[in-house]
Structures are given as C-alpha cells and as structure tokens.
Nanobody, 116 residues
Framework: EMQLVESGGGLVQPGGSMRLSCAAS???????MSWVRQAPEKERELVAA???????SYIDSVKGRFTISRDNTKNTLYLQMNSLKPEDTAVYYC???????????WGQGTQVTVSA
C-alpha cells in the first residue's frame, strides 16, 4: 500500500524560501500527486497538483511563487516555495491518487510557519 512521508517544513521569514519533500513507498509514476494545505480554522485548499504525465496546476494565490515537481526515479514529490507570505502558514499534506482505481493516500503533514 502506498505510504507518504512529508519533510522540509519549519519556520521561515516572510520573503524566504523552503522546499518540501514527499517520499513515497510505491512507484510515483502510477499516481497523480498534489500538495494540500490546511491552516487552523480555515478551509483545506489544494495548493498544487502534478498529473502522472507531468502537467501541473496551481491555486491562484501561489502562482509564480511555488513550483511542484516530481522525480519518479526517486519516488519523491517536491514543492519549492519562494517569496513566502504569512498567509502560506499551514500544515502541508502530500496526496497521491492511483490513476486506475482513484484510491487516495495521504501523508502525515508537515508544518510550515511564515513569520518574522
């Protein structure tokens, strides 16, 4: 069964950069993958997604600042975050969806805090 483990979160100042990683136990080439974030008392939101074939999409608020990528040779998903804002503060979760069944898998999340 697919297992996902996020890493790379922590405290960063506004305007700073951070890269999140998601290590997968199964071959990531069989999955559409995404990063989802949730702040306390706020709605969960899909931040960025990358399909099995490589196409990407982003929520408007992070376009031009965040980049989602994958390395299927390492079974790893990445989220490069630049020009971070306090509004980016949230727990970031890695999600994987198997292309043929639609089954979804989630990581445990990693906290990102943007504060001076």
């Amino acid at each position: 069964e697919m297992q996902l483990v996020e890493s790379g979160g922590g405290l960063v100042q506004p305007g700073g950069s951070m890269r999140l990683s998601c290590a997968a136990s199964d071959f990531t080439g069989n999955y559409d993958m995404s990063w989802v974030r949730q702040a306390p008392e706020k709605e969960r939101e899909l931040v960025a997604a990358i399909r099995r074939e490589g196409s990407t999409s982003y929520i408007d608020s992070v376009k031009g600042r965040f980049t989602i990528s994958r390395d299927n040779t390492k079974n790893t998903l990445y989220l490069q975050m630049n020009s971070l804002k306090p509004e980016d503060t949230a727990v970031y979760y890695c999600n994987a969806r198997f292309r043929w069944s639609g089954n979804e898998y989630w990581g445990q999340g990693t906290q990102v805090t943007v504060s001076a």
